[in-house]
């Protein structure tokens, strides 16, 4: 796949999909090939990674989780905003060589991980990041519930996300929304308000219409 810098996070650079990058021809050889969710830019990582770089300080000198990372956009940017480590996990092992090349060309130390945390302890992060992964219920429910022993545990967590369906609403808080595409919606223009939200103790959340 080509190195091309990223829409509306022009700082990185990703290996994308385009026409010509035939991944079903990959999709024959393995049968375990999933949704190449890892070459694809997802509008929750887009706002989440610009929201980052634009606050390092956020990020700096902090441990960083970043969970579901898929191309590892995320965990690229909080390297970048000089995070002191960053985990990047992910249950697709394609997501794992797409993270790991990604961080090369933005030359970059991230630890990709492999596997699901949402049913382990919170990490020992200080931070954990979480860009589009509200797409599906179960695993939305998952997610939150993790979150939720997260944020027991003291840890900052914050979510990009283009609004989706799933997303735990009553927990979280509006910080700022960016204009961008959103592969998951079929919109490869500027024509999407995607956001980044704090996630908050249950009960702690300012009400909010989104
Ligand atoms: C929609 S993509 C978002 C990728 C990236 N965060 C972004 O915003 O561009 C969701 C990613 O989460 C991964 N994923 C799904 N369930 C997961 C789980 N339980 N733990 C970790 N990663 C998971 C998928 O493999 C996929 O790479």
């Known amino acids: ?22 991944l079903s021809r990959l999709a024959e050889l393995d049968e375990d090939f999933g949704a190449p969710y890892w070459a694809y830019e997802w509008g929750g ?10 606050h390092p300080e956020i990020v700096v000198g902090r441990k960083v989780l970043d969970l579901g990372a898929g191309s590892g956009i995320v965990a690229i940017a909080a390297a970048k905003s000089g995070a002191r480590k960053v985990i990047a996990a992910d249950t697709d092992r394609y997501a794992l060589a797409a993270i790991r090349l990604n961080a090369a060309v933005n030359e970059v130390r991230v630890l990709a991980f492999l596997g699901d945390m ?14 589009d992964l509200f797409y599906a219920q179960d695993l939305a429910q998952r997610v939150t519930t993790f979150l939720e022993r997260c944020i027991e545990c003291n840890i900052e967590i914050l979510i990009g996300d283009p609004k989706r369906a799933f997303l735990p609403r009553a927990r979280l808080e509006l910080l700022a929304e960016y204009p961008g595409s959103d592969f998951g919606c079929g919109k490869r223009s500027e024509q999407m308000q995607n956001a980044v939200f704090a996630f908050k103790a249950c009960g702690a959340a300012r009400p909010m219409t989104i």
């Not at 796949?1 to 035939?22: F, W």
């Not at 990582?45 to 634009?54: M, N, T, V």
């Not at 949402?118 to 860009?131: F, N, Q």
Request: hydrophobic letters at 45%.
């Open 45 to 54: 990582g887009l706002a989440l990674a610009r929201h980052i770089l634009d």
């Open 1 to 22: 796949m080509p190195v091309a810098p990223v829409p509306t996070v022009p700082e990185l650079r990703l290996h994308r999909a385009g026409p010509k990058s035939r």
């Open 118 to 131: 949402t049913s382990e302890a919170p990490p020992a992060v200080d931070v954990v990041l979480v860009g």
